[in-house]
């Protein structure tokens, strides 16, 4: 009977659970934290926090704070300045604050000033930049042009999503939503929601009327804070009464 080609040998099987092994082994010893900075010397990096690896496009770092508990997924730029050992003066240029999360293959470019609140969650693929391209001189080349340059903010608690796009200048209030392949600049207050390219304004919240226009879905229902692991971990394996279960019953 002739061999199946879609069957891999026992050799081969083991050859690629080796690589793979060998690929975690490589990821764990790879990523920097405070414990395991690496080659990098940031000016802090806080405590739990982690940058995967592979690490992406990182300089000038002395002028970088990370604060705790951060996650930094993995090929993610951060780059404090216009180009690699540079003075930068007594300040940090780019800070972020306890608890940031920035999705694989972002990147963070600060010319100028970039401050990120806390709890502020980026997904993959998010741009952030305090420079852009001038083009005020038509007869030369656009990237030989001095670029201009001005501070962003970001406000605690808010959410940027898939691709979205932050220019210079650029200030977010707190709990705020970008929407995925967003383009933002100027300021947006808190909890607002923005799309579009450019950004503008779909949604906002306010203590007198909620949110406007309404949410077209009920809120979910969260966790309790006394569940279980076990409880929890049936919640994960989408057991029919993990709901029920995960509920813990009222004291009296």
């Known amino acids: ?38 080659p990098y010397r940031f000016r802090r990096i806080g405590e739990g926090t982690r940058i995967a690896f592979p ?19 993995q090929h993610a730029t ?45 997904g993959p693929y998010v741009y952030i930049t305090s420079s852009n391209h001038s083009y005020d001189d038509p007869h030369s080349p656009i990237g030989r042009q001095w670029p201009r340059s001005a501070p962003v903010e970001i406000g605690s608690g808010s959410w940027l999503g898939t691709g979205a796009l932050i220019l210079p200048g650029a200030r977010l209030g707190r709990n705020v939503v970008v929407a995925a392949g967003s383009v933002v600049r100027g300021e947006v207050p808190d909890h607002a929601v ?34 279980t692991p076990e409880q929890l971990a049936a919640l994960a394996r989408w057991e029919p009464d993990a709901a029920q279960t995960a509920t813990p019953e009222p004291t009296t």
């Not at 306010?206 to 406007?212: C, D, H, K, N, V």
Request: net charge neutral; with cysteine; aromatic share 6%.
């Open 1 to 38: 009977m002739p061999k199946d080609p879609s069957r891999p040998s026992p050799l081969a099987r083991a050859a690629s659970r080796a690589v793979h092994a060998c690929w975690r082994w490589v990821q764990r010893m790879g990523a920097v934290s405070a414990a395991s900075p690496g």
């Open 55 to 73: 690490v992406g496009t990182v300089f000038n770092e002395q002028w970088i704070e990370l604060g705790a508990y951060c996650i930094i997924g």
């Open 78 to 122: 951060l780059t404090a300045g216009m180009m690699p050992d540079l003075d930068l003066g007594p300040e940090p240029v780019l800070r972020l604050g306890n608890g940031v999360v920035l999705g694989r293959g972002s990147h963070i470019v600060a010319d100028s000033p970039v401050t990120i609140g806390d709890d502020v969650y980026c």
């Open 194 to 227: 923005v799309a579009g390219a450019p950004a503008k304004i779909v949604r906002r919240w306010a203590a007198e009327t909620g949110w406007q226009p309404p949410l077209r879905t009920p809120p979910p229902v969260p966790i309790p804070q006394e569940a």
